[in-house]
Antibody, heavy 121, light 103 residues
Framework: EVQLVESGGGLVQPGRSLRLSCAASGFTFDDYAMHWVRQAPGKGLEWVSGISWNSGSIGYADSVKGRFTISRDNAKNSLYLQMNSLRAEDTALYYC??????????????WGQGTMVTVSS | AIQLTQSPSSLSASVGDRVTITCRAS??????LAWYQQKPGKAPKLLIYDASSLESGVPSRFSGSGSGTDFTLTISSLQPEDFATYYC?????FGQGTKLEIK
């Protein structure tokens, strides 16, 4: 079964750090670009960051640039998001998502169940 | 940055209705558009990619069309399980969502 399972969310104070993980199974992980997408409570979807299959191409939303770092370990079939200098507006459900096509950064065909990050004092 | 604007933001319809949701891009994006369905408490589900290609396992009552800046998602005959929020996406940009509710 193709599956993505996120972990690492929780309650954290403003200014602190948190590291999210996403464990992939059921597909050839190192063939595909991967992404983090977040959704604040009651709000829409926001792309956060993406990484190519070999980590050669990385992108970030302006809202997290300089604070968040995406990485992957293809040997462990895992995706990560290091979040530093967290702000209240980073409070959201964070999804890990897989690109549908290895050669095109278009749609995301597999999503995890999400991990909640709450930034509050 | 490309902006995607969906209309309407919300829509009330009945089972059996034909429904169309529109997504307009601020600049041309060829056919690089996807549509997702999201139900409360669940992750988004891919319905359509490349503007008009139906994702495997998605019912054929869902269809997509358009290219350039104007795109549509059509549900030909609404079923009870279709009441959800729908999003369009172009790579790192999402529309604001359209909430489809039961009339």
């Amino acid at each position: 079964e193709v599956q993505l399972v996120e972990s690492g969310g929780g309650l954290v104070q403003p200014g602190r750090s948190l590291r999210l993980s996403c464990a992939a199974s059921g597909f050839t992980f190192d063939d595909y670009a991967m992404h983090w997408v977040r959704q604040a409570p009651g709000k829409g979807l926001e792309w956060v960051s993406g990484i190519s299959w070999n980590s050669g191409s990385i992108g970030y939303a302006d809202s997290v640039k300089g604070r968040f770092t995406i990485s992957r370990d293809n040997a462990k079939n895992s995706l990560y998001l290091q979040m530093n200098s967290l702000r209240a507006e980073d409070t959201a459900l964070y999804y890990c998502a897989k690109s549908r096509d290895p050669s095109s950064p278009d749609a995301f065909d597999i999503w995890g169940q999400g991990t909640m990050v709450t930034v509050s004092s | 940055a490309i902006q995607l604007t969906q209309s309407p933001s919300s829509l009330s319809a009945s089972v059996g209705d034909r429904v169309t949701i529109t997504c307009r891009a601020s600049q041309g994006i060829s056919s690089a558009l996807a549509w997702y369905q999201q139900k409360p408490g669940k992750a988004p589900k891919l319905l359509i990619y490349d503007a008009s290609s139906l994702e495997s396992g998605v019912p054929s009552r869902f269809s997509g069309s358009g290219s350039g800046t104007d795109f549509t998602l059509t549900i030909s005959s609404l079923q009870p399980e279709d009441f959800a929020t729908y999003y369009c996406q172009q790579f790192n940009n999402f529309g604001q969502g359209t909430k489809l509710e039961i009339k």
